[in-house]
């Protein structure tokens, strides 16, 4: 077991929320087909003015206070994020500057959904080197300026917000992460991806006209492969920990698509009792979806110390990863 556990955690979520029977005005669909084929009743969005790196920060100030820890505690920053405030500088820099704790490395991970997972891996590295004691790691996200709300497939999926955790020793061996797995394949690229605004297609009038500054998706072909590698990758991790599915307390999913965390869950043989979520409220909120589901289950009183915590992520890249920790 590596002797990493997380210390504290925080989210925010910013207070204006768009429900489905708002987006019942703006598309064509109804909150019958969204709750249906997603799980989503309703999902987050900030006001103007407000960016990724502010709900990190707000995220970030809670766990902080949570640990008791002061912002000239922290060692390093890491944020994973699919939206970032810029492509540089980072949105962790941001947030740095937010602190005003310059000095420190800080760094964005940019794994889509699976970035909090990816971010983790990172972080428990770090801290294990010795090298670093508390390292702030966010996951937070302005999906709602990266969508095309014109389209109706992927416009009613994503909301706002930010998770955050203080990464740390475990001191007494007591928690940890028994086991983690990440994975990527990148031929697969294409399938989900925000087509313009990098090297590959820079802005212009025609990638603003064609609204290729946004999301597109193969939705039925991303369901397929998530629901498999969401699967594969529990399968993995319980392995590799020596445990199966009755070990773990609680399953903490990536949430994409409710209908996605229960096709995996029948698949590992985890029973949704065990599973907790916040897609209902929330929407997918890529890099933000884990730490905002570990954050609320603890104030729920669902994860306590001692507990078998399984994770499991996929998104654009694609990429993918889980863990399975002690709490
Ligand atoms: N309202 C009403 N009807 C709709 C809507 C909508 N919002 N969206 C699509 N439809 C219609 C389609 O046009 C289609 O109509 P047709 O039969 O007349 O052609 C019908 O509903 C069925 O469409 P499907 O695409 O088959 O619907 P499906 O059940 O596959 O659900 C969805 C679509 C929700 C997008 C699903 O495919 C999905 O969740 N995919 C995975 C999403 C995901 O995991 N994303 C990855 C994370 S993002 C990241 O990593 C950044």
């Not at 800080?106 to 909090?116: E, H, M, Q, R, V």
């Not at 972080?123 to 709300?149: D, R």
């Not at 086991?179 to 009038?205: E, F, K, V, W």
């Not at 698949?267 to 609320?296: E, F």
Request: aromatic share 8%; proline share 4%.
């Amino acid at each position: 077991m590596q002797a990493v556990k997380i210390l504290s955690t925080g989210s925010y979520l910013p207070p204006k929320v768009l429900t489905n029977f708002d987006l019942e005005k703006m598309v064509d669909t109804t909150d019958e087909w969204i709750r249906t084929r997603t799980g989503i009743s309703e999902r987050h969005i900030v006001e103007e003015g407000v960016f990724t790196s502010d709900l990190a920060f707000e995220a970030a100030k809670i766990a902080l206070a949570n640990a008791g820890l002061k912002a000239s505690d922290i060692d390093m920053i890491i944020v994973a994020t699919a939206s970032p405030d810029n492509m540089y500088p980072s949105t962790a820099c941001w947030v740095q500057k937010k602190f005003n704790i310059p000095g420190i490395p800080a760094f964005d991970i940019s794994a889509a959904c699976s970035g909090f997972v990816y971010g983790l891996s990172v972080a428990a590295s770090f801290i294990e080197s010795g090298k670093y004691k508390h390292i702030l790691l966010c996951g937070a996200e302005v999906m709602s300026k990266v969508v095309n709300w014109k389209d109706r497939e992927t416009c009613i999926l994503f909301g706002d917000g930010a998770g955050a955790c203080i990464v740390t020793k475990s001191e007494d061996g007591s928690s940890g992460i028994i086991s983690s797995y990440l994975g990527a394949d990148g031929t697969l690229g294409d399938l989900l991806i925000q087509p313009a605004g990098g090297t590959r297609m820079p802005a212009s009038h025609e990638t603003v006209d064609k609204n290729l500054h946004s999301v597109h998706m193969e939705g039925q072909e991303v369901f397929k492969h998530a629901v498999r590698t969401m699967a594969s990758t529990g399968e993995r991790v319980l392995k590799e920990a020596g445990m199966t599915a009755d070990d773990v307390d609680i399953y903490i999913p990536h949430q994409a698509n409710m209908r996605i965390v229960e096709a995996a869950c029948k698949r590992v043989k985890i029973p949704m009792s065990k599973t907790y979520s916040i897609i209902h409220k929330y929407g997918n909120v890529p890099a933000a979806s884990i730490p905002l589901t570990i954050d609320d289950a603890i104030r729920a009183n669902k994860i306590k110390r001692g507990d078998i915590v399984l994770m499991t992520a996929f998104g654009a890249g694609f990429t993918w990863g889980g863990m399975v920790l002690k709490w």
